[in-house]
């Protein structure tokens, strides 16, 4: 049951196999059994879950189900859900009760998905190994010494470990990919504006994007249709007709023209994981893509610009933690400023102060031009790279990140060699690109993500090319050992 | 670019966050090395790029000058740490 396609448990809904009441109760027990170990579940919605299954199972009697409704599904605790706590991973928020829903979670709960909780992640989204969440680091179901990435590690866990068939995730500098990486799963940022930032907690405005995490590019592609979309509350929403991403995928790839940065494969690269990515587009290549290498000559920039942007964007939005009107509040302040600092010095953990300290220090007199313009400006140079490389290619490849899943605690104090590990992603969020990673194999028995990359608002594209993939591969249906029983 | 711990102090305080003493140092070392990462971005010369604020350079949507939102004030104020009669409580700030 547990490894099923979304279409096989919608088929199983309809054909009355099973209900949806059913379906939750048994992935609820999953997370029961299993997450002990894992922690990337920090709320479980089970009441309410059960509630909304019960509901979905009335809608499927009387026809009207779509491919989600009765489907269960968990959401990155990121995204505001009325009614429970929306904590994002930090104890400033650790007492917030969302007032209303985010856009995507409400699109998903109006599709008839049932939401059964919400998943860890690194405190504020700041993170690549979830080990700066205050409910404690996610473990890697394949190997439970790793991290299983970051900062949506407890999305990427649990649907590895088939806690539920899918989950949600955002993508700032490579949240959703990285993770969907280092835990074997498939995962989707889409083109910046393309799924409402209403609800979703803000870290930085201009690069932050909600996503897709599944076992499979169709499942991806099944959910992403529902959570994208126009939303007049989002003032960055993009007015524009979605794609119907399922039709797409069954397109033959033949004559496709796949780039290959030459920077993303330098004799850096680790050897193992080249031998992955060299394989997987040597399958992409059988079923009739032409492959052409490409040159993203600024992409090198890309890491020392987003750790300019990021964190402006990060101090600005998170100005409004401010111990008055939600959020933590020290014990007895003594005058107003004391209020603010200790709220804040308390609340926050170490990560996000650093970043908002970054973000303080470029922002101040004297320093705007020499980085926050500078960083602009290199932003500008990264999106006339890639604009120049599509005019060749129709999809970029690369590793999702330079290595697998790396050790609990390897990097946790040098945040700068953290920062390192989104060297591979974080250039398609400055320039607003659509990314995804896929599955494509293992090394030391931990697995490597194949990262696509698609022009503007080519999600349809990205998931064709991956769906067929995964059509040649079984890398997506493997499940880590321990996580095989019913 | 190294960052010493009496520039964390002031930053800290333009961000209004509170930082133990024995932590400062510890700060400006980390701060330091994340500003020399930055500072790679030296190598190109950027004269004449016109800075990007938007993947889209999309402008901000405007929208008519009316209410759009209902009154959700003790909805919205259940998660305040401490309020009375519909207002925020802070310590008193003029005596």
């Not at chain 1, 004297?366 to 602009?376: L, P, R, S, T, W």
Request: glycine fraction near 8%; charged fraction near 25%.
């Amino acid at each position: 049951m547990y490894n099923q396609s979304l279409k096989q448990l919608s088929t199983g809904l309809r054909n009355k196999a099973f209900s949806s009441v059913e379906l939750s109760h048994y992935f609820l027990q999953r997370i029961k059994r299993f997450d002990g170990d894992l922690n990337s579940v920090i709320t479980l919605n089970e009441e309410a879950a059960l509630q909304s299954a019960a509901q979905a199972d009335k809608s499927i009697s009387m026809g009207e189900a779509g491919l989600l409704t009765g489907i269960p599904l968990l959401h990155k605790d990121i995204f505001c859900t009325e009614g429970l706590r929306t904590s994002c991973g930090s104890k400033m928020l650790d007492n917030f009760i969302a007032p209303y829903n985010a856009t995507a979670v409400e699109k998903l709960a109006q599709a008839g998905a049932v939401m059964l909780g919400k998943t860890n992640m690194d405190e504020f989204a700041m993170g690549s190994s979830n080990e700066t969440s205050f409910y404690g680091g996610v473990k890697n179901p394949w190997n439970l010494q790793t991290v299983p990435g970051g900062s949506s590690g407890g999305s990427a866990a649990a649907v590895a470990a088939r806690l539920a068939p899918l989950a949600s995730g955002t993508d700032t500098g490579g949240s959703i990919r990285q993770p969907a990486a280092f835990c074997g799963i498939t995962g989707i940022k889409p083109t910046y504006g393309r799924v409402s930032r209403y609800g979703m907690i803000a870290f930085a405005s201009s690069l932050d994007q909600g996503g897709a995490m599944a076992k499979s590019a169709e499942d991806a592609a099944i959910m992403l249709q529902s959570m994208s979309g126009f939303d007049e509350k989002d003032s960055t929403s993009v007015d524009r007709p979605v794609d119907d991403l399922l039709a797409h995928l069954d397109r033959p790839i033949k004559g496709l023209t796949i780039g290959l940065p030459k920077e993303f494969f330098s004799d850096d690269l680790d050897a193992g994981i080249a031998e992955k990515i060299e394989q997987a587009i040597d399958a992409i290549k059988s079923a009739g893509a032409t492959i052409k290498e490409i040159s993203l000559p600024n992409i090198n920039l890309s890491v020392p610009a987003y750790y300019v942007v990021a964190p402006a964007e990060c101090s600005a939005n998170l100005s409004r933690f401010d111990g008055v009107r939600f959020g933590y509040r020290c014990e007895e302040p003594k005058d107003l400023e004391d209020l603010y600092k200790r709220s804040r010095g308390e609340g926050f953990g170490d990560e996000v102060k650093r970043r908002i300290m970054i973000g303080a220090y470029v922002l101040s007199a004297g320093y705007y031009d020499a980085y926050y313009k500078k960083a602009q400006q290199v932003r500008r140079l990264i999106q006339q790279d890639f604009a120049r490389a599509f005019k060749d290619v129709d999809i970029i490849a690369s590793a999702t990140a330079p290595s697998v899943a790396f050790a609990a605690g390897e990097k946790k104090d040098d945040p700068v060699s953290m920062y390192l590990s989104d060297i591979f992603t974080i250039g398609v969020n400055l320039a607003g690109l659509p990314g995804m990673s896929v599955p494509c194999g293992f090394v030391d028995d931990k697995p490597v993500g194949l990262q696509l990359i698609g022009n503007y608002f080519e999600e349809a594209r990205l998931l064709n090319v991956a769906h067929q993939y995964q059509q040649l591969t079984d890398w997506h249906l493997r499940v880590p050992a321990g996580y095989e029983q019913e | 670019m190294s960052i010493r711990s009496e520039e964390v102090m002031k930053i800290a305080h333009l961000a209004r966050l509170g930082i133990k003493d024995e932590q400062l140092s510890g700060y400006a070392s980390e701060l330091s090395n994340i500003m020399q990462l930055v500072e790679q971005m030296n190598q190109v010369d950027t004269t004449e790029i016109e800075p990007m604020a938007h993947p889209l350079d999309q402008s901000q949507r405007l929208r008519l000058d009316v209410v759009t939102e209902n009154n959700q004030r003790e909805s919205l104020q259940k998660n305040a740490p401490n309020v009375e009669d519909g207002l925020f409580l802070v310590p008193r700030v003029i005596d």
